[in-house]
């Protein structure tokens, strides 16, 4: 029998257990959606993946989970595509799978770490990745008027950081050199655990004890909550890769406050200037919503300076899209070609700052992670690079920059 077919779409956080659904499953004929419902764009996606997982695999059982299936199973059961729709708890519990019930989809809010993510913990491979992602943290307990996850994931919870480090070690010793720490809330770690630990503190640990992790990666991280020990290690430790992906949703106080954000503009600027003079050459990114409800060209502005001030050169931009049963859905609307506009300013202004700095690196040696299929990787930073010669993926190999073309970088082997 084949292997299953997982489509995962969405966060670094849906990658990692894709793979612990993957082995969950061992040899099937299913395929697996494993969804995103972010914006509505990304659960219009999740409809037409299934749509075209059907009809090229007639014959397949189809099962959709994730945040999407977690958040409208009605409606995706209701899909003449679909065969099951598992909840984000149900999707790690092999029960669930073994179960012949069409819909298994509890309640989110009840949660626990030990129901959800430590299950599946023994992947040790990522089909088509060359990194390994381990979710350390899941759900989340802030309510900003725009986001639907909550609802999707629940509310925060951490894995102890026994079972993380046995998981990377695992890893390592499976070939891995670059591991991302995943989570929907990723520094909201820690304080559902005993004796309330910090991601700085995971962090910590997990370079003391797998020595042999030679590259570390954080997903994204909320600025207000970058604990004193993080903030060091990730300017101080080596092992920690230069690039630091901040969620910081726009550049105006009034659109923060209205967004129940905890930081505000200076505040976001402040640590930027802080990691930059730390850690000289850090790239910086950042999730940004353009558009949001009651903005002013005056207070979209506020954001494209931000950007330029702060010199992102990672930029996950998107247009607001009001989601059912927010708060943001309620206020008074931007025209949707508004935001559209406003979106394509922001990710110019991105463009801006990244031509600038991958141009700062033509010239330079950078160890590249090589990718599939082995003539492309990325930099510490994150910056793409292509070559000519055929490397193994998974090597971290030296190559010398020759040259800036567009959006990525072009290489030799040093």
């Not at 929907?184 to 991601?199: E, I, M, R």
């Not at 990787?377 to 998974?394: K, L, M, S």
């Amino acid at each position: 029998m084949a292997a299953p077919t997982i489509i995962s779409l969405g966060c670094r956080l849906n990658i990692a257990e894709s793979e612990a659904i993957r082995l969950l499953l061992g040899a099937s004929d299913a395929v697996v959606v494993n969804s995103c419902a972010v914006t509505n764009a990304a659960v219009s996606e999740t409809r037409s993946a299934i749509r075209k997982a059907r009809r090229l695999r007639p014959a397949a059982t189809l099962i959709v989970t994730g945040c999407a299936a977690q958040i409208d199973p009605a409606g995706f059961a209701a899909m003449p595509e679909v065969d099951r729709v598992l909840g984000n708890v149900e999707k790690l519990d092999a029960a669930c799978w073994a179960s012949d019930d069409r819909v298994m989809v509890g309640d989110i809010m009840q949660a626990r770490g030990e129901q959800v993510e430590e299950r599946g913990a023994a992947a040790t491979s990522f089909a088509g990745h060359a990194r390994a992602f381990v979710a350390v943290q899941n759900g989340c307990d802030h309510r900003c008027t725009f986001c639907a996850i909550p609802f999707g994931r629940g509310n925060s919870r951490s894995v102890a950081a026994g079972a993380v480090i046995d998981r990377i070690s695992a890893l390592v010793g499976a070939g891995y050199r670059e591991v991302v720490l995943t989570g929907v809330d990723l520094t909201s770690y820690g304080p559902d655990l005993p004796g309330a630990p910090t991601l700085g503190l995971l962090v910590e640990r997990v370079l003391r004890h797998v020595p042999g992790l030679k590259r570390l990666r954080l997903s994204s991280l909320d600025s207000i909550e970058i604990d004193p020990r993080l903030f060091d290690l990730i300017t101080s430790e080596p092992r920690i890769m230069p690039h630091v992906h901040l969620s910081l949703q726009s550049g105006d106080d009034m659109i923060l406050k209205r967004m129940k954000r905890r930081h505000t503009r200076a505040a976001a600027i402040a640590l930027i200037e802080r990691l930059q003079r730390a850690r000289p050459g850090i790239a910086i990114g950042a999730d940004i919503i353009a558009g949001f409800p009651t903005e002013t060209d005056a207070m979209a502005e506020n954001t494209r300076a931000l950007i330029a001030q702060c010199g992102i050169v990672h930029g996950h931009i998107f247009p607001y899209s009001a989601r059912a049963g927010t708060p943001a859905a309620r206020m008074p609307q931007v025209a949707p070609a508004i935001r559209k506009a406003r979106a394509a300013a922001l990710r110019a202004t991105v463009a801006e700052t990244r031509a600038g700095w991958l141009a700062s690196l033509v010239g330079t040696v950078q160890p590249v992670l090589v990718e599939r299929p082995g003539t492309r990787g990325h930099t510490p930073g994150f910056a793409e690079v292509r070559w000519a010669e055929a490397v193994a993926p998974g090597d971290i190999r030296a190559i010398r920059i020759t040259g800036a073309d567009g959006d990525r970088l072009e290489g030799m082997a040093a």
